[in-house]
């Protein structure tokens, strides 16, 4: 089993950052790929980010590129998301995920662990 605790998220001003962070614990050898993921009232979950095991290759939504960037450090188990220029439209729920598969992957249903996620709210 893997356990994922995200941190980070806020109340920020648009134009502002932050920076989220997931934690794994457990069986974390067997993870490779790792995605962010969020959700907003009344919508469906969306694809945010991921990034290889090796940190090498990533891949990110249309909406959050050019302003976010993920990173990982395998050596502290963690995984981040750099948020920056937030918008409103990014207020969400931001959850952490991560995939036994080497494939990077972009799609929540294909990921085996979640965080619990951590609220993201941007004032206008």
């Known amino acids: 089993q893997v356990q994922l605790v995200e941190s980070g998220g806020g109340l920020v001003q648009a134009g502002g950052s932050l920076r989220l962070s997931c934690a794994a614990s457990?069986?974390?050898?067997?993870?490779?790929?790792m995605g962010w993921f969020r959700q907003a009232p009344g919508k469906e979950r969306e694809f945010v980010a991921a990034i290889s095991r090796s940190g090498r290759t990533t891949d990110y939504a249309d909406s959050v590129k050019g302003r976010f960037l993920i990173s990982r450090d395998n050596a502290k188990n963690t995984v981040y998301l750099q948020m920056n220029s937030l918008k409103p439209e990014d207020t969400a729920v931001y959850y952490c995920?991560?995939?036994?598969?080497?494939?990077?992957?972009?799609?929540?249903?294909?990921?085996?662990?979640w965080g619990q996620g951590t609220q993201v709210t941007v004032s206008s």
């Open positions: 457990g069986r974390t050898f067997s993870i490779n790929g």
């Open positions: 995920a991560a995939d036994l598969s080497v494939v990077l992957r972009t799609r929540g249903y294909e990921y085996d662990y």
